[in-house]
């Protein structure tokens, strides 16, 4: 069993927002695999199904905590501790805003850098799971970046995030397989983006 876990916060308020994009990540992969429906459990919606990899099919649950973004290790702890799982057993996709727009990056322990949701899952579990970090760029200014996170996507950032939403989900069992950085590189490949600044705003069509 797999956890993969995206997140972001609950409701249509936040549904387009840029800290949101665990969550369009992981519902990418739920669709594009042919997992169940959605139901409630560990204060968060989850799915179940399987994804083929060379080793053979493997269970995973796709969890999208709805306890808004400081919570969210409550919820990846409960649905850890009844499958009885490790650290290393549970992938977070999360924004990163210090990597360049559509960058993908996976990394396995460290700290949160700021970021709220990845704060609370380390508090919960400690720091040693999988992280699947994607790059939404940053404002330029750290005091502009809570309310850039908790901004909609532009329209000219749609295909991007699209391009990249879709590439997480096809490479999954790569990732499944724990076959991080292959997983990595497949994503980029699949979806290439830029390596930039991230602190570089994203250019408007024709600009």
């Known amino acids: ?10 409701g249509s308020k936040y549904q387009g927002n840029r800290h949101n994009i665990g969550f369009r990540a992981v519902d990418e992969i739920g669709d594009r695999h042919d997992f169940a429906a959605e139901r409630a ?6 799915r179940q199904g399987r994804i083929d990899t060379p080793q053979g099919p ?9 306890t808004y973004m400081n919570e969210s290790g409550r919820a990846v702890h409960d649905a850890m501790h009844f499958f009885k799982l490790e650290p290393h057993q ?10 360049a727009p559509g960058r993908l990056r996976m990394k396995t322990g460290g700290g949160a850098a700021g970021h709220n949701g ?3 899952i380390i508090d919960w579990i400690g720091p040693d799971f999988r992280r699947a970090r994607m790059g939404v760029g940053h404002p330029g200014d750290k005091e502009q970046v809570l309310g850039y996170v908790l901004a909609d996507f ?29 997983y990595q590189a497949e994503v980029l490949r ?4 830029e390596k930039a600044d991230p602190r570089q705003p994203v250019k408007e069509p024709g600009e």
């Not at 549970?90 to 990597?99: I, K, Q, R």
């Not at 699949?190 to 983006?193: D, F, H, N, T, V």
């Open 118 to 120: 990845l704060r609370s």
């Open 41 to 46: 459990r560990f204060l968060s919606l989850t």
């Open 190 to 193: 699949l979806a290439p983006a």
């Open 154 to 182: 532009a329209k000219a950032e749609t295909p991007w995030v699209e391009a990249l939403c879709r590439a997480c989900a096809q490479a999954a069992p790569l990732l499944v397989a724990g076959e991080d950085e292959r």
């Open 90 to 99: 549970v992938v977070v996709f999360h924004d990163e805003l210090d990597l």
């Open 58 to 66: 493997e269970n995973v649950l796709i969890l999208k905590p709805q």
């Open 1 to 10: 069993m797999l956890i993969l876990a995206g997140l972001g916060n609950p």
